[in-house]
């Protein structure tokens, strides 16, 4: 047998052909895995392989930036196939820090890595995201108190937020089983699901902690803000939020609750950008 770019192998009786294989596919001069671990890796933090679809790595299918890739997986090479190495190589880079706002001359750009593109997170991710901001976490049945949806491995356990977010079932070896499209039925039940409602009116969550606090309004909503978009609200949004506790019809609680809700079901809240 031969490996593409190779010789036959000679595979003595005490030699294990696995051996063989993994000794063909990590040689130096095997451009092969590099390119397509490197794509791979560069389309899970991007959204996007620079090879797109990022399992068509046909000389007639080239990538958006070829010599990025070839330097990507040089790199890679050298490195002795270090996957945290190329992982922080590609993380500190400026490419991946740059914005998602867009203008006039990078607003239709999808393959030029011009500016960040909006990704959905997945199921276990934002499931514990919005357990975080509410400081509530998760119950799943079978499974201790306090344990993450990241830390559930068990994919046939029914839990609909998984389901409806595309969490797999991992019948398949194929990444595409993952759903990341985002629905209506997503939106709809993170405006509604009872189970997002109880972790709001917790009396032990976040929300009745900012209730009960000495904070002001203004500080309160810095504070919300914060736990879930990870900034300061604009002049503009803290005029707006600090204006739903003026509302006759609503106490401080219903306040908290209302503007928490509001922020968890935002754009910036659900997508990773």
């Known amino acids: 047998a031969a490996g593409l770019g190779a010789g036959p192998a000679m595979i003595g009786e005490d030699v294990s052909r696995r051996t063989v294989l993994a000794a063909w596919m990590t040689k130096t001069t ?32 080239p990538a958006s930036n070829e010599p990025l890739l ?60 919005i357990s975080q901001a509410t400081g509530i976490s998760e119950s799943f049945n079978g499974w201790p108190e306090g344990y993450r949806a990241i830390q559930v491995w068990d994919n046939r356990m029914p839990n609909y937020f998984f389901r409806i977010f595309g969490k797999p079932r991992r019948v398949s070896v194929c990444e595409c089983e993952r759903g990341t499209e985002p629905s209506i039925a997503q939106a709809l039940h993170l405006m509604n699901a009872p189970e997002t409602m109880s972790k709001l009116r917790s009396r032990f969550g976040a929300v009745r902690r900012l209730v009960e606090s000495n904070l002001s309004e203004s500080e309160i909503v810095d504070e919300l803000y914060l736990s879930t978009l990870s900034r300061f609200p ?24 209302d503007i928490l809700w509001t922020l968890i079901n935002t754009r910036e809240f659900v997508f990773n950008h």
Do not use: C
């Open 30 to 61: 095997n451009p092969f895995l590099a390119r397509m671990l490197v794509n791979r890796l560069w389309a899970h933090y991007f959204g996007r392989g620079l090879a797109d679809p990022i399992d068509d790595m046909r000389s007639t299918n």
């Open 70 to 129: 070839n330097m990507l997986a040089d790199r890679f090479i050298e490195n002795g196939f270090d996957v945290k190495k190329i992982t922080k190589f590609i993380l500190t880079s400026r490419v991946y820090q740059l914005s998602s706002d867009v203008n006039q001359s990078n607003e239709l750009d999808e393959q030029n890595f011009s500016h960040a593109r909006w990704k959905a997170m997945s199921a276990e991710v934002l499931l514990d995201a």
């Open 234 to 257: 604009t002049t503009d949004e803290r005029e707006l939020m600090v204006g739903v506790f003026d509302d006759p019809a609503s106490s401080r609680q219903t306040a908290v609750e």
